[in-house]
């Protein structure tokens, strides 16, 4: 059995993969059984449904001008200036996603195929 | 409180007359469109991810499928490379999906009134993703409570099936796929919500999306581990009021 002082190198990928969902399951779960008991109604829903829209542009957001992993390997600038580019065809083309996110994507693509051919400087 | 809930739900009728298979399918051709091109192109940045780790195939799969939400995901494997304590690589993880909480806290409640779709809720919250879960919530005007459950059994499904395969072509493909392309795939998927939320109608929760926005990065700085809460309480307080502020002078 993986004990926690243990390092997650030692320990079976499978036992921690087992784990990891259980962890994540905890949320999902909690939700479901809490859900149970309030009224569908209620005003506390409304705000928690708030809490979850918070939250999730405060992790986008952190992702973008605050990356680790991977996209930390990138300009600030390009991140920002992708989503800037856009969500300015968005809102032309009418609030659509498929315009603002494909735009955004193919912006950024270029910026860093530009700096890695070394045509935009880094 | 139990026995309130159990009012609510027999207070509305069930319809049994809907066509289940019609729903499903439904569900799955409007997942088949852009949240499942969605996954399928962040799934990749993650299954080159899981290769570049050292880690096997069936890891990357089983880890798509059962945690089944990105951020978490990458914790998950980011850790491992560390070679961080077992503890920590947890407690990453379940941070970084601690947001299934209030989302599954606000997805349940939609299939009250249906003995089906509420038999069924600890399945719902687990193939629940922030695609699964924007998709039936953008729904839920025109679907009766017993409809939502094969439309959103529909939209999930698909979204495992492209989730799957994602994970698996950008494992196998992780040695060939350049620099540009990968990175370009892992930005897609923060994108790709930014928009989603950009386009809701509901006023409080852009104002919460709006505050969460600015706050989050400043949240980050002051304590990593912990901004994630923080942020959804503080940016989703302040769009809950802002709304009720907004309407009292409307």
């Known amino acids: 059995m993986t004990d926690a002082m243990s390092t997650s190198a030692q320990a079976a990928p499978w036992v921690l993969l087992i784990m990891a969902i259980s962890a994540t399951y905890l949320w999902r779960g909690m939700g479901a059984v809490i859900a149970a008991r309030i009224d569908p109604e209620s005003e506390f829903l409304q705000w928690i449904a708030c809490v979850a829209y918070g939250l999730l542009a405060g992790l986008i957001s952190r992702i973008i001008f605050l990356p680790v992993g991977l996209l930390d390997n990138t300009e600030l600038v390009d991140r920002l200036g992708a989503t800037v580019f856009g969500f300015v065809l968005f809102v032309i083309f009418k609030r659509n996603i498929a315009v603002g996110t494909l735009s955004a994507a193919g912006l950024f693509m270029l910026l860093v195929w530009l700096r890695t051919q070394g045509i935009l400087s880094a | ?250």
């Open chain 2, 1 to 250: 409180m139990a026995q309130r809930g159990h009012t609510i739900s027999t207070l509305v009728h069930s319809d049994v007359n809907i066509d289940v298979w019609k729903l499903f399918r439904q569900g799955f051709r409007e997942g088949f469109s852009l949240p499942a091109f969605m996954v399928l192109a962040s799934m990749i940045g993650y299954g080159a991810l899981v290769h570049s780790a050292g880690m096997n195939i069936f890891i990357a799969i089983v880890s798509t499928i059962g945690i089944w939400g990105l951020p978490g995901q990458v914790a998950f494997v980011e850790y491992i490379i560390l070679g961080a304590p077992v503890a920590s690589l947890l407690l990453a993880v379940s941070l970084a999906n601690m947001r299934f909480l209030p989302m599954s806290l606000s997805l349940v409640p939609l299939f009250r009134g249906s003995p089906s779709g509420w038999r069924w809720r600890y399945l719902w919250v687990q193939v629940m993703s922030v695609n699964t879960w924007v998709g039936l919530l953008r729904k839920v005007p025109e679907l009766s409570p017993d409809e939502r459950g094969p439309y959103y059994a529909g939209f999930s499904s698909v979204c495992l099936m492209t989730g799957t395969v994602g994970t698996t072509l950008g494992f196998l493909m992780a040695e060939t796929l350049p620099f540009f392309i990968t990175v370009t795939l892992v930005f897609i998927n923060p994108i790709y919500f930014a928009f989603v939320f950009a386009a809701m109608r509901v006023r409080a929760c852009l104002i919460a999306f709006a505050a969460g926005a600015i706050t989050g990065p400043l949240f980050y700085l002051l304590t990593p581990e912990w901004s994630l809460p923080i942020c959804g309480i503080v940016a989703g307080t302040a769009g809950f009021y802002a709304d009720r502020l907004l309407r009292r002078f409307a």
